[in-house]
């Protein structure tokens, strides 16, 4: 008898949908895509330019098994549910499977899992749809682009610079980092002084002379109101006011990465991972379930069946006072609102309850996103907010304070929240303090400070370049080409990052820059709403950007590579700095009439003794120069670690401990040395 079939993206995922739909049912996965541009025609690219941009899909390396068996299975069905994920890319993968597997319009159907629980599944797959042909349209022109737009940036940029790649988003998100460094470098500080006013664990900072907001620009500047001042202070006004301290709204992707770097200190990718996990299907005890919504979503909306289950949740609780409202955005919200903001699929499933079933990471983000969608929901917090201004002979000074007088939405968001009280003395108007702790300070006015992830992550959805979901990656290349280094967490631009920022920006301005990968985005948008054609937006952009292109080919000057000051061993020329695939190595200038490259020897740095076999554990490198950990007998030990390996066991597993983020951590469970 046959069954219906459907197909996911997710090995994971199919395991646990499987489980909930029953023996009528048979569920597999594509993992992932199966097919993507081919590599061949006019430079590469895999799409015909000249007619219509017209794209050529081949089978991914690897997956002809997985299309092969995919073929199989729906010969054997009878209905096929196409359930790649619910985004735009999705949508993409899912027309690829119903075009490369020969699935007929009358015997499929689209389904979304916005989440991955026992209800919802049971839902989607009684209330399907069918292939959003914009959407998909959009999808394909964003990949076209970007291969376009890679493929001759990057040919261009190795020709001529020896830098490894380029790209629509990618290059525009180095160009903020670099352009923020030259602000830096061409930053001058100017001096400035405050003074203070200290009473008891009380200060008053000078602000006014009557009237007018005043300035201290020198030390003489200060000593002059020194000698100004008296010893009394008098209480001029006192002002207090009742102030509300909104919750902020549930996650979407963005603010999940902003927030999971700043208060977890995840990395974009970190962060995406773990929610996928999340998403996708965690054991518990008694079932296998998703524990939050999909997680790639530009959308702040919160279901009505969320809304209801967490108002009762906060009023059973914490009280009706606790309960607050559904904010609403001010923004104009993309065809993305289809899904939710990241939430859990049950506010019942409390993290705490479900802590033994998770990772440490597992854990740490699913308690965030858990008391944001909850604290969302809940009232604001008051404070009561007091402003005191003292006069000493004209001169203004103003203490500040405030005390929370109900935590609302902090009763659960707290922790990622900072709140300090600071209590004013209990004083009246006209009351006098007399004080001759007076202090001047010397200051200078800072740089704009370099992006961290999360700032660069923020800057990037504000100026509306890039997807969230597409953020991640991006930052992950620029780490990975070595355009930026990181330094206190924050990114620098090394000297090829500046070099391809700059010669871009000599040939290509007007389209890597904010504003035009701004447009772009909007235009995909209106490709996804149907209100563009899809291969004119193409053919706009290619007859603006093909000329330029060629232009560079043959104007941008031909970086020369440095000498080493060493003579090659094969024909007496001299040595260069190369740069390849993996790194920069040392070979002839003479190539390619000559082809010696020098090899470098490392210094072989032992660490300890093998705790698997008699061998050493040396420091070793990938390919693409990442250190790790492992065994000098390999292949005959395979033991191998990305952290540095200690000479000490698990107390609890018996396993090695290692240094991980300064921290003594076991290679195996969550034992933490303390």
């Known amino acids: 008898m046959k069954k219906n079939l459907v197909i996911v993206e997710s090995p994971s995922k199919s395991k646990t949908i499987e489980k909930y739909l029953g023996d009528d049912f048979k569920v597999v996965s594509s993992k992932g895509h199966i097919r993507d541009l081919a590599t061949s025609g006019k430079f590469g690219l895999g799409v015909d330019i000249d007619n219509g941009f017209k794209p050529n899909y081949v089978s991914i390396t690897g997956k002809k098994k997985v299309i092969n068996d995919l073929k199989k299975d729906v010969k054997e069905s009878n209905t096929i549910y196409l359930a790649s994920d619910p985004d735009r890319e999705g949508e993409a993968i899912a027309w690829h499977l119903k075009d490369a597997l020969g699935i007929k319009d009358d015997n499929y159907k689209r389904v979304l899992f916005n989440e ?50 380029a ?13 923020r460094e030259r602000e830096i470098e061409a930053f001058k500080a100017e001096e400035y002084w405050t003074i203070t006013s200290k009473f008891d664990e009380i200060e008053a900072d000078l602000f006014k002379y009557k009237e007018e907001d005043i300035e201290l620009k020198t030390e003489t500047d200060c000593d002059k109101v020194l000698n100004e001042l008296q010893k009394d202070y008098t209480v001029e006004t006192i002002e207090q006011k009742k102030k509300n301290r909104k919750s902020k709204f549930p996650f979407i992707t963005s603010t999940l990465q902003q927030e999971a770097s700043t208060k977890l200190g995840f990395s974009a990718k970190k962060t995406m991972s773990i929610a996928q996990k999340l998403y996708e299907g965690i054991d518990l005890e008694t079932e296998t379930v998703g524990l939050i919504t999909y997680m790639r979503t530009d959308s702040i909306r919160l279901s009505d069946e969320f809304v209801t289950s967490a108002s009762k949740y906060i009023l059973d609780n914490y009280g009706k006072d606790y309960i607050g409202y559904v904010k609403k955005s001010t923004k104009k919200e993309n065809v993305q609102d289809a899904h939710e ?14 802590k033994q079933f998770l990772s440490n990471d597992e854990f740490k983000l699913y308690s965030l996103i858990y008391k944001r969608a909850l604290a969302s929901l809940m009232a604001d917090a008051k404070v009561n907010q007091t402003t005191i201004i003292l006069d000493n002979n004209d001169y203004k000074f103003k203490m500040t304070g405030q005390i929370l007088i109900f935590d609302g939405y902090l009763k659960v968001y707290k922790d990622y929240e900072t709140n300090e009280d600071k209590i004013l003395p209990d004083i ?17 006015t800072k740089p704009p400070a370099r992006y961290t992830e999360a700032k660069l992550i923020k800057e990037m959805e504000e100026l509306g370049i890039g997807r969230p979901s597409t953020y991640a990656k991006i930052i992950d290349t620029i780490k990975e080409r070595g355009y930026v280094e990181i330094e206190d967490k924050k990114f620098k631009p090394t000297e090829v990052g500046f070099e391809t920022t700059d010669k871009l920006q000599e040939f290509f301005s007007d389209l890597i820059n904010v504003e035009y990968t701004k447009n772009m985005e909007d235009d995909l948008d209106k490709i996804a709403e149907g209100n563009l054609v899809w291969n004119k937006v193409l053919e706009q952009f290619y007859q603006l950007f093909e000329p330029r292109v060629e232009d560079a080919f043959n104007q941008m000057e031909k970086v020369a590579p440095k ?23 040392t070979a002839c200038s003479n190539y390619p009439e000559c082809k010696y490259i020098k090899k470098e020897k490392e210094e072989v740095k032992e660490i300890m003794d093998c705790p698997e076999c008699d061998g050493k554990i040396i420091e070793k490198k990938t390919r693409k120069g990442k250190i790790f950990y492992g065994c000098n007998n390999y292949p005959k030990c395979k033991f191998a670690s990305w952290d540095l390996p200690t000479t000490e066991k698990c107390p609890e597993c018996s396993s090695i401990l290692v240094v991980k983020n300064k921290k003594i951590k076991c290679s195996k469970c969550d034992y933490e040395k303390q």
């Not at 009246?428 to 200051?443: A, C, F, G, P, R």
């Not at 000498?563 to 190595?585: A, D, H, M, Q, W």
Request: hydrophobic content about 35%; aromatic content about 4%.
């Open 116 to 165: 991955i629980t026992h209800d919802k599944v049971i839902e989607a797959i009684n209330n399907p749809t069918v292939i959003d042909d914009d959407l998909v349209k959009s999808q394909e022109t964003r990949r076209i682009l970007d291969r376009i737009i890679g493929f001759r940036l990057s040919k261009l940029l190795q020709s001529k610079i020896g830098a490894k790649s």
């Open 428 to 444: 009246k108007k006209d009351d006098i303090l007399s004080t001759e702790l007076v202090e001047k300070e010397q200051h200078f």
């Open 167 to 179: 790209g629509r988003v990618q290059s525009v998100a180095l160009k903020l980092i670099v352009d």
């Open 341 to 354: 903001a990241i939430r859990p699929t049950s506010i019942m499933r409390e993290p705490l309850k479900v």
């Open 563 to 585: 000498e080493t000051g060493e003579i090659c061993p094969n024909c007496g020329s001299p040595l260069v700095i190369r740069k390849g695939r993996y790194g920069e190595f």
